[in-house]
């Protein structure tokens, strides 16, 4: 009798589960032959329904991203700006160096053509430093006994006299400048054709000494040097008289030696030396007639 109902029972499952496929199928294939714009306006009106909604939401993120951006955007900007100043101050560095290199190199070639006639520059050194100290006006460059410096021997910048070695060490030289009370130069007026002593006088300035009573200096007339006693030769550029006060005439060095950075010295042949030993005063002129063009003597 159980058994009997069991079978009824899945006998009547069996008929409801055929039925619902029955009726899935019909569905599918109602489905399947109904228009298929109603579900393309359907999916239009369900996207159109949740697009702000969408919006709405992405909206935070996009602004997220947009800073994202905008914070890898300033940090590779600032890397770069950083980049550049370091790249800027290693091209003005440079251009500095070049600055400097290239007016070394101008103040160098000047003084390969300084040179006075009969004599050769012996070396051409750095200046170390310059004493102004109030009663000793000296300098100090890096060339010594090494270099063949000897005691006497004059130094020359590339605009004119600076004075005159007056101790030397193994590899530096100590220079008297022209400015130092000290200093006596013998020198030659170029145009009033007069012989005089160009006396230091610690300051920006020279003082001519034992200048004859006749003589009448013209003011801005180059002074050189006139090779009297052998210790300068003659032709080298002293600077030029710039005023008369007190019955003293003033001289103005053409080389500042405050502005130098490099000096010749000369080395004085024995054949220049024994011909511009003098025993009078008379200026050392050779017969030919000469002119003068910034401290230079140039022969016609």
Known sequence: MAKNHSLNSSSKL??????????????LIFIGKFDLIIFRNMSSFITDFFAPISNVFNKPVKELENVIEDVQSATSLR??????????RRLKLFEKKSGILESELIELRKMLNFAPRENKVLITS???NISGGTFAKTMLID????DGILVGQP???NEGL???IINVGSSSSRVLLSIDINSMIPIFLTQSGWPAIAQGQNSSFLKL???SSEAN????????????????????????????????????????????????VIDVSIKSIEKNKSIGLAPLQDSKKIFNLKGFNKVN
């Open 155 to 157: 130094v020359i910048s």
């Open 162 to 164: 600076i004075g005159s």
């Open 79 to 88: 890397k770069e700006n950083l980049r550049l100043k370091t790249e800027i």
């Open 209 to 211: 000494r034992f200048l």
């Open 143 to 146: 060339a010594g006994l090494k």
């Open 14 to 27: 069996n008929k409801a589960f055929n039925l619902s496929l029955i009726l899935l199928c019909l569905i």
């Open 126 to 128: 750095r200046v170390l």
């Open 217 to 264: 200096p013209i003011l801005g007339e180059m002074v050189e040097t006139s090779g009297h006693g052998g210790k300068f030769p003659s032709g080298i550029n002293v600077g030029k008289v710039i005023s008369f006060s007190s019955g003293d005439y003033l001289i103005k060095l053409s080389a500042n030696p405050q502005k130098l950075r490099f000096a010749s």
